[in-house]
């Protein structure tokens, strides 16, 4: 399959606080390649023709009904995308991978189904299989004849997954592991095959592969749950479960390894996922603002309406962004791999990336959990009934914000890692803070003015930057390896990181397209990233403010607020307008209006 033409070598991971690419240099929705474009379309044509129909019976869990779906998925090839093609997949580029992912999540149950099974139930064999495991699983996963599941959590351990009460121990013979505990919330649970199962030999963490057949091994009852019904999810009881000893996944002692990397690509395609469930509904909720009249009008005529749907699709323009570009540098740096080590490799890139996976999986889960409650809201009491799909849609969201590391560890996650990889030098935050500091003490500098397509929102962006060198060297200067028990702090550095890589990611993604078609074709997506710009730079402000504020005290801190007072200086702007035209973009095609640009 033709992959898309990367220009140059892969930014690494949390290097854009340091560097500002050009433009054409990232990653956008518009350079999808026609065999790309068209995965997404046999996706979201799979799920509106064979999932969205039985939409209420999977809701009732009617018995076989999904596992069905899977393997109708897999006759057409959606199941396999991480599967290498040697093994019976699709083999996909990331890229690939990341429109699949897109454009099955119109409906909540099946996304998070297909996620636990091609994603995180089957990329741990992928990566860190023998070769013996791979021939044997890998075919049967692609076709979705087996489905998988992944199971990590217990009754006392979710995000501390290493606090793990599930115990192995080698048979006396020496021929396989005797497996006792219980896992929890486990995707699938109740249909899956194929189980990746952490547990404890001693005190070495490791992962195993469990077939649903081995004695001893016994799924609960389905969970009721707030959400997502139409997926399985169950309590996974061991009890002297005997699992032979070549179903160990990697090595004894490293399922650390397994389970965290797992979750990055994980993380990554939540987002991804995100972004399709929320242009679903907000191609609803536009429908519907035509439909419902009050007042003797549509209410989509009416300014709060138009202001509600405007935000929806900027929000989904700004994860949409970031999402992509970073799927590009994934890609990018996975096509560098060669030979025998190109797994090694793509293990690798997926930690490199581990930062911009978080900022996709918190930024796109509260991305989504903003839309679908305004499409409640446009619907009014309509959107709280149950025959009406954005109830559902707002009740299969919110789990978003919990699994897959809930979203305050993955906060904590950002910055520890920028932490880590400045530290070690491969990241040189410490030197760019030292260099921001001298720039500080020499005072103003009056350069020229800005020029270009959004000139003004690429100094925002810059003086963002700054900012968060700021706080964060403040930060660290004060509480050194202490800083990870200010966690509020943390928070507040990790919003910045994000706000910054998400207005960044939206002005290049606009610069790129305007530079392409003009900017009178281009001015809806300026208008979109103008306003997205203009409101993250003041959530940026205020973070920097609350982390300044924690950090000094007295004169020092009169100093450094005149200081981010200096970084944040820029002239205000009409968002009512700017939004009142992105509205119109979204209501001339009752849809989100950036697709595919």
């Not at 060198?469 to 202490?482: F, N």
Request: proline share 4%; aromatic share 8%.
């Amino acid at each position: 399959m033709a992959t898309a033409t990367i220009p140059k070598p892969a930014a690494k991971g949390g290097s854009f606080l340091l560097e500002s690419p050009l433009a054409q240099d990232v990653f956008t929705p518009a350079d999808l390649t026609d065999d790309q474009r068209l995965i997404g379309q046999t996706a979201e044509e799979f799920v509106t023709k064979e999932v969205l129909p039985l939409a209420k019976e999977l809701e009732a869990k009617k018995p076989g009904l999904m596992p069905q779906l899977v393997k109708k998925g897999g006759e057409v090839g959606l199941m396999g995308g991480g599967v290498p093609e040697q093994y019976g997949g699709a083999g996909l580029d990331k890229i690939a991978t990341t429109v699949l992912t897109e454009k099955l999540s119109l409906y909540g149950g099946f996304a998070v189904t297909h996620g636990a099974h091609a994603g995180i139930g089957t990329l741990p064999i992928v990566y860190f299989g023998t070769e013996e495991q791979k021939k044997k699983y890998l075919p049967k996963l692609a076709t979705g004849e087996w489905i998988g599941a992944y199971c990590l959590s217990e009754p006392q351990a979710g995000s501390d997954a290493q606090n793990s009460l599930t115990r192995a121990e080698l048979s006396a013979d020496g021929s396989h592991y005797v497996l006792n505990g219980q896992k929890m919330w486990i995707t699938n649970g109740g249909f899956a095959d194929v189980y990746i199962v952490f547990a404890k030999i001693g005190d070495k963490f490791t992962a195993f592969i469990v077939e649903r057949t081995f004695p001893g091994f016994k799924p609960g009852a389905e969970e009721h749950k707030m959400g997502i019904h139409g997926s399985s999810t169950t309590p996974i009881f061991l009890e002297n479960c005997r699992v032979p000893k070549e179903n160990v996944l990697h090595e004894i002692g490293r399922g650390h390894i397994v389970a965290f990397n797992i979750l990055n690509a994980g993380r990554f395609t939540l987002g991804a996922s995100c972004i399709g469930g929320a242009k679903n509904v907000l191609q609803t909720a536009a429908k519907y603002g035509k439909e419902r009249k009050a007042f003797g009008k549509q209410i989509g005529d009416f300014g709060l309406i138009r202001e509600k749907l405007a935000e929806m699709a900027i929000q989904i323009f700004a994860v949409e962004s970031m999402v992509y570009r970073s799927a590009g540098n994934i890609e990018a740096a996975m096509a560098a791999a060669s030979g025998s080590d190109k797994v090694q490799h793509s293990m690798k890139v997926l930690e490199e990336y581990a930062i911009e996976s978080s900022i996709a999986k918190i930024y796109g889960s509260e991305m989504l959990d903003y839309v679908v409650d305004e499409a409640v809201q446009i619907f009014g009491g309509y959107g709280f009934h149950e025959e009406y799909p954005v109830c559902r849609a707002y009740r299969d969201s919110r789990i978003n914000r919990i699994f897959e590391g809930t979203n305050e560890i993955n906060r904590m996650l950002i910055i520890q890692m920028l932490m880590k990889r400045a530290m070690g030098g491969q990241l040189l935050l410490i030197p760019a803070a030292m260099k921001l500091a001298e720039e500080i003490l020499a005072g103003p500098s009056f350069g020229e003015a800005p020029e270009g397509v959004l000139a003004e929102e690429a100094l925002v962006v810059a003086n963002a930057k700054k900012m968060f060198l700021q706080a964060a060297g403040g930060a660290m200067q004060k509480y050194r390896e202490k800083l990870a028990e200010e966690q509020e702090l943390i928070a507040a550095l990790s919003n910045m990181v994000m706000e910054t890589y998400a207005m960044e990611s939206c002005l290049l993604r606009t610069q790129k397209f305007t530079a392409s078609k003009g900017e009178a074709a281009s001015q809806v997506m300026m208008d979109a990233a103008r306003a997205f710009i203009a409101d993250a730079a003041e959530r940026v402000d205020h973070e920097a403010k609350r982390a300044l504020a924690a950090v000094h005290e007295g004169d020092m801190l009169t100093t450094q607020m005149a200081v981010l007072k200096r970084f944040g200086k820029r002239a205000p702007v009409d968002t009512i307008a700017l939004r009142r035209r992105v509205a119109a973009g979204v209501q001339s095609q009752d849809r989100y209006p950036f697709e595919g640009r």
